[in-house]
């Protein structure tokens, strides 16, 4: 890449974060103007470029796009005469035009707002050494919103902080002193509201030198700490058990840590009595008619079994308590696939799998389930056990005799499935053909009257498509067609169906769409297409029409209006989406 093309890429990302001044220095060191405008097509505001004589020289797409009917004669027309012709055309408004003239003839940059095409802008004027100029507009109600929308995300996470359901404290890492916390925290450590907590450290509040020791350590390492059973002391003398859940943030140019607390000294008493419920219920366990084992999480060593497990296994009174569980599973992946679903939802039901008891001489079918639990302080799985061995047995020659007619019928389905394809797409394109859209568009209409969704439609015309196939021949025209339904298939949805209407025109059906969000659906689609190189005959556009279903709509009365606003985009320039609402008559 030439050393002047990359200075300006580089001066045209730092215009995010500067002022548009600040680009027409880095204009300044082109070589050329094919370089510039290749360049200003990744702008994302419209911009554009004159010679000394203030003729254009290279614009880029978003320009063209406001100058509407004006866009095809661009190139060397001078920015006076452009000026004037947008004026008479109405999309510039009256006092924009003498502010714009007399800017022509400044020998430095200007910035000032004008309305152009009914949208308020903001235009930057920078003149460039060689005596060229440099316009840029930015869409002042979008930089509008982009402030707005900050605003309400700081706001919305001030108020997620603060009514958070637990303790939340963030701190700093140089001293650990407290920088904010919620009011959850400030219950929990006995803080007062009114205090200054810039006053209080976080590392005073652990009751262990050990705990705070291992959390700051855990930090240090990996910069997170999760779940850390802790005591804690709050300023008044209080105390409570809480889990600790800590990371490293860092916000601007400052490192903090932000905590969690949760509260669970009540659960932590609970856990204790529940104990002796448990005494209990192994006094129950013992006697059950179903096989039932406890073992340790972590290595699978039984804890506990009842009298059913000891017969079961064994086949007399002997205790296996201490042998390890997954001694007994005859497939390895059995025990692995138990132990995912249990972590992932803390239980097993009805799982099939084969064990070699220890006095059996074969393996046997067994049904297992299991649920997570702690017992005396540490992760354990209760297991249940049902001998199936008989019953799998039968189910086993019932699959070897289906397996067959199973066979035969997936064949059959392939064929039809292949049938059914052929008859649903459009040979060319592959997208689908007209019968199978209106069948499917008269089951989503059906649905979206019947749940109260919106619905909405799209037809898509590729511009000027006869020029193609006259200048490059229909080959040329055919592979278009092709890669124009591969560009807008990448984009949509699974749900969304599109179809080759005739020609070159293509229709999409969007299942729960609004309107303005089939808008900006058909505009993004746009504008790929208008961003992409075609193979043989290079940058094609295309124009879309959009509208959305009305209680009262036929399916033709949907076309009509979508091909009525599909005609006003045509007539507006092309390339270029145009909506019309489902109360507009057609």
């Not at 060689?130 to 402030?147: H, V």
């Not at 009174?317 to 138990?338: C, H, K, M, T």
């Not at 879309?544 to 009305?550: C, Q, S």
């Amino acid at each position: 890449m030439p050393d002047s093309q990359r200075r300006l890429r580089a001066g045209l990302r730092a215009l995010v974060r500067a002022p548009f001044a600040r680009l027409g220095t880095w204009l300044n060191a082109l070589a050329g103007r094919d370089e510039a405008s290749r360049v200003l097509a990744g702008v994302p505001h419209a911009a554009v470029l004159t010679d000394a004589g203030f003729r254009i020289t290279a614009w880029n797409a978003d320009f063209a796009r406001r100058c509407g009917s004006l866009s095809g004669l661009l190139r060397y027309m001078p920015m006076v005469e452009l000026l004037r012709g947008l004026s008479a055309q109405g999309l510039l408004d009256d006092k924009a035009l003498p502010a714009a003239t007399a800017a022509l003839k400044s020998a430095v940059g200007c910035d000032y707002s004008l309305t152009l095409g009914g949208v308020p802008m903001r235009v930057h004027q920078s003149r460039l050494e060689e005596g060229g100029l440099l316009w840029l507009l930015a869409d002042e109600s979008l930089l509008l919103q982009t402030r707005e929308a900050l605003v309400q995300t700081e706001q919305r996470c001030a108020v997620l902080f603060e009514h958070a359901p637990a303790g939340l404290v963030l701190s700093s890492t140089q001293d650990g002193s407290i920088v904010r916390l919620n009011s959850r925290a400030q219950q929990q450590l006995g803080i007062a509201a009114d205090g200054n907590p810039r006053d209080v450290h976080a590392q005073d509040f652990y009751a262990n030198v050990e705990d705070r020791q291992d959390v700051e350590s855990a930090l240090r390492r990996v910069g997170e700490v999760h779940d850390r059973l802790v005591p804690l002391r709050s300023a008044d003398g209080g105390e409570l058990w809480a889990n600790v859940s800590a990371r490293k943030v860092t916000l601007g140019e400052h490192g903090f840590v932000l905590s969690i607390l949760t509260d669970v000294t009540r659960m932590r008493g609970e856990a204790q009595s529940s104990r002796i419920h448990l005494q209990k219920l192994e006094q129950l366990v013992e006697i059950a008619p179903t096989a039932i084992f406890l073992t340790r999480a972590d290595d699978g060593h039984i804890l506990f079994h009842n009298r059913k497990a000891r017969l079961m296994m064994s086949g007399m009174e002997i205790s296996l308590v201490g042998q390890r569980a997954p001694d007994f599973y005859v497939d390895r992946e059995d025990r692995v696939r138990v132990l995912d679903e249990i972590v992932r939802s803390g239980f097993v039901e009805n799982y099939d799998l084969r064990l070699h008891p220890p006095g059996s001489r074969e393996p046997r079918w067994y049904q297992l389930s299991a649920v997570a639990l702690d017992y005396e302080g540490s992760p354990a799985i209760l297991t249940a056990l049902h001998d199936i061995d008989e019953r799998r047995s039968m189910e086993d020659a019932l699959r070897a005799a289906r397996a067959t007619a199973e066979e035969a019928s997936r064949k059959l389905r392939e064929v039809n499935a292949e049938l059914e394809q052929l008859a649903l797409v459009d040979r060319l394109t592959q997208a689908f053909n007209r019968r199978h859209f209106e069948a499917v568009a008269a089951r989503e209409m059906g649905r979206a009257r019947r749940y109260n969704l919106p619905l909405a439609l799209i037809i898509f015309d590729i511009d000027h498509f006869k020029h193609i196939n006259d200048d490059y021949g229909h080959a040329a025209g055919d592979i278009v067609l092709k890669e124009f339904v591969q560009l807008l298939g990448e984009r949509l949805r699974d749900s969304d169906v599109l179809a080759r209407w005739g020609g070159e025109e293509f229709v999409v059906l969007a299942p729960s769409t609004s309107l303005d969000e089939a808008h900006k659906l058909a505009e993004k689609l746009r504008d790929r297409i208008a961003r992409h190189a075609f193979t043989e005959v290079g940058p094609v556009s295309a124009s879309a029409g959009v509208t959305e279903l009305h209680f009262r709509d036929t399916l033709d009365s949907m076309l009509r209006r979508a091909d009525r606003a599909l005609y006003r985009a045509k007539a507006l320039g092309r390339n270029q989406v145009n909506s019309l609402p489902s109360d507009v008559v057609t």
